[in-house]
Nanobody, 122 residues
Framework: QVQLVESGGGLVQAGGSLRLSCAAS????????MGWLRQAPGKEREFVAT????????AYTDSVKGRFTISRDNAKNTVYLQMNSLKPEDTAVYYC???????????????WGQGTQVTVSS
């Protein structure tokens, strides 16, 4: 089992920045590719970004490319999502997730955090 706990969400004005963190515990963190996904009210959960086990590879959904950056620190068992130039359409609950194999773009993950709310006001 892997336990994931997100933090860093909040309310921010359009154009602002937030940094989400996800602390992992349980099994060896570097055994897992990590992802961030989000779900807005009335919409399906969507893929946002993913990073491979040692950070060599990353991938993003088109709508956040150039604005969001995913990174990880395996020594701290933590994955981050730096979000810049935020837009109202980025408003959602953001989830951290883990899976054994790096696979960009998918929504199927083995372990999930509880989510953190990000609200971007116009």
């Amino acid at each position: 089992q892997v336990q994931l706990v997100e933090s860093g969400g909040g309310l921010v004005q359009a154009g602002g920045s937030l940094r989400l963190s996800c602390a992992a515990s349980g099994r060896t963190f570097s055994n897992y590719a990590m992802g961030w996904l989000r779900q807005a009210p009335g919409k399906e959960r969507e893929f946002v970004a993913t990073i491979s086990r040692y950070g060599a590879s990353t991938a993003y959904t088109d709508s956040v490319k150039g604005r969001f950056t995913i990174s990880r620190d395996n020594a701290k068992n933590t994955v981050y999502l730096q979000m810049n130039s935020l837009k109202p359409e980025d408003t959602a609950v953001y989830y951290c997730a883990a899976r054994g194999r790096y696979y960009p773009g998918i929504r199927e993950y083995d372990y999930w955090g509880q989510g953190t709310q990000v609200t971007v006001s116009s």
